[in-house]
């Protein structure tokens, strides 16, 4: 009996001690969570920066989850080639009319 009675106060103790560090733990994080870390200021301090970041990992996982040869993508290129095209079409056809009376190439204008 005496050895049975010894187990139960070893448990008991333990059994305390297991619930004195449970109640330490669970002060720590809420101590945590009511003061935030003075030194982690990053993502206030640097919103663009944190943005920046946020799309770059975005990219990253479309590019990883295969989004890279997706229909999507292919009509996004389409229209961004679109778009860049229209400056360069628009300039070219500048220099065509306002050529076409002198004869001459407009200094400074690329031709192609």
Not at 15 to 24: L, P, Q
Request: glycine share 10%; net charge positive.
């Amino acid at each position: 009996m005496a050895i049975h009675s010894e187990c139960e106060e070893g448990a008991m103790d333990h059994a305390r001690r297991m619930a004195e560090e449970a109640r330490a733990f669970k002060e720590a994080i809420a101590s945590q969570a009511r003061e935030p870390d003075p030194r982690d200021r990053s993502a206030r301090t640097r919103p663009a920066q944190s943005h920046r970041m946020a799309l770059a990992a975005l990219g990253v996982g479309y590019v990883l989850g295969g989004g890279l040869f997706s229909p999507l993508t292919g009509r996004v290129v389409r229209i961004g080639i679109r778009l860049a095209l229209i400056p360069l079409v628009k300039s070219q056809l500048s220099n065509i009319v306002g050529n076409a009376g002198t004869g001459e190439q407009a200094s400074g204008q690329p031709t192609f």
